[in-house]
């Protein structure tokens, strides 16, 4: 980001190639249409383009991009009526079922199971567990204390395995979290 | 150990039972709470994923040049800046060229106040508009709105305390479309300047009602500073009306 700020145009579509996937994920997670997603995906690099002149050499660009997709999120929300527009379409098939491609990027259940958490609680599940955020990150992106947040994860990591474990998803063997993005 | 050294393991598939991350867990019931949910979850697949077409950005920053581009792209130091001096102009025109004539006899502790009533709405309203965009939004700014109308409407349809004062008598409408003239052009330049200053002027979504707020507070301000009259039609048709042009066009622009 500093590179671009500095003058060089193809540095930002470096950082566009790097974030763009993950913040297409975040908002499918966030219960986006696929579509819905890449506009919001446009316009938070969009902004970060116009914000560039507020960031300071030596600062990360990392928080800046989650909490400007997270603030178009909410205000895409807000103007769709608050609901996630898959909330819409409960009796969706399993994902494994379906061709949208987005569906692979978590299981039916756990869709359905971030789905069910409050707002709040499902953004910072999204960044600390999916997007791997830390705690102070997670805080500075969502606006709120660092308890807070982990107050917010702590409800929405029980709420997320009581509704797993009710919906009859067991533990397949180890889990395979080594997948990591950064 | 920490909590991030936690998660970190956790994504990693490190070994979690280590002696120093089974103490951690008994501690930190966030912790314990996230390794309890996270076989659940399953793997991460971000090679899965799709990616968005960088085109399309491409084309909308190079379409996105002009003054008002430019302006957009100051720092937000700079930006706040810019919107306070356009700000205070329009009421140190108006009480340097058209001043109420009853200045001096008006009572000193309510100019007072209803002067710090208006500027605080005017400048609550203009510091959300003018944010940074790379900081959080709850949509708090629909409230700062709400009570910027609020503390307009109670301070514009405030009777003069001698209403003897006015020009006008007690005549409801005599003068009132000359001041609802007046207040809606002093409006209007912090409409447009707000609007382009706003990094996200164009798209500004909920929060054109803080712009609307702040607009309608200059025009109310600039009314207030100029006329003199204090019956309630004129008050109601003349000053309180003010606030229309501005929520109209806030509404329009919500839509986007």
């Known amino acids: ?182 | 150990m920490e909590c991030d050294e936690i998660q970190t393991r956790a994504r990693g598939g490190g070994d979690l039972r280590e002696p120093g991350v089974v103490q951690h867990l008994r501690a930190c019931e966030t912790c314990a709470a996230m390794i309890a949910a996270a076989p659940l979850l399953g793997a991460r697949t971000p090679g899965a994923a799709a990616s968005p077409s960088a085109s399309a950005l491409a084309t909308a920053i190079a379409s996105d040049g002009g003054a008002a581009a430019a302006l957009r792209s100051w720092s937000t130091p700079l930006r706040r800046t810019v919107g306070a001096a356009l700000v205070l102009a329009v009421p140190v025109l108006v009480m340097t060229l058209w001043p109420r004539p009853d200045h001096a006899a008006y009572p000193v502790l309510r100019w007072i106040f209803e002067l710090a009533a208006l500027f605080v709405v005017i400048a609550a309203a203009s510091w959300i508009a003018l944010r940074p965009l790379h900081r959080p939004d709850h949509g708090g700014a629909r409230w700062v709105a709400l009570f910027g109308v609020l503390v307009t409407v109670v301070l514009a349809s405030l009777p003069a305390i001698d209403s003897s004062i006015s020009p006008h008598g007690t005549d409801a409408l005599s003068g009132a479309p000359w001041c609802f003239v007046f207040g809606t052009a002093c409006a209007v330049p912090t409409w447009l300047g707000l609007r382009v200053l706003a990094r996200d002027g164009d798209r500004l979504g909920m929060r054109a009602d803080v712009v609307a707020a702040a607009s309608a507070g200059v025009g109310a301000l600039a009314v207030f500073l100029h006329c003199p009259t204090g019956a309630h039609g004129h008050l109601w048709a003349g000053h309180v009306t003010v606030l229309a042009l501005p929520w109209l066009l806030a509404l329009r622009l919500r839509r986007r």
């Not at chain 1, 797993?164 to 998803?169: H, K, Y």
């Open chain 1, 1 to 182: 980001m500093a590179a671009y700020v500095a003058g060089n145009r193809p540095a930002f579509l470096s950082l566009f190639e790097r974030w763009a996937p993950r913040l297409r994920q975040l908002f499918v997670r966030g219960g986006l249409r696929g579509e819905d997603a890449d506009d919001l995906v446009q316009q938070t690099f969009f902004q970060l383009h116009r914000a560039r002149n507020d960031f300071r050499a030596g600062s990360t660009v990392r928080p800046w991009i989650y909490t400007i997709a997270l603030n178009l999120r909410r205000q895409f929300m807000r103007r769709a009526g608050r609901k996630p527009e898959h909330e819409l379409d409960e009796t969706s098939a399993p994902a494994a079922q379906t061709a949208d491609p987005d569906a692979a990027i978590d299981s039916h259940h756990v869709r359905a199971a971030l789905r069910s958490l409050p707002d709040a609680q499902r953004e910072v599940i999204m960044l600390h567990w999916f997007q791997g955020l830390s705690f102070r990150e997670v805080a500075e992106v969502v606006g709120a204390t660092p308890t807070a947040v982990k107050v917010r994860a702590h409800r929405g990591y029980a709420k997320l395995r009581a509704y797993l474990e009710a919906a009859g998803v067991t533990v397949g063997g180890a889990p395979s979290y080594g997948q990591g993005e950064e």
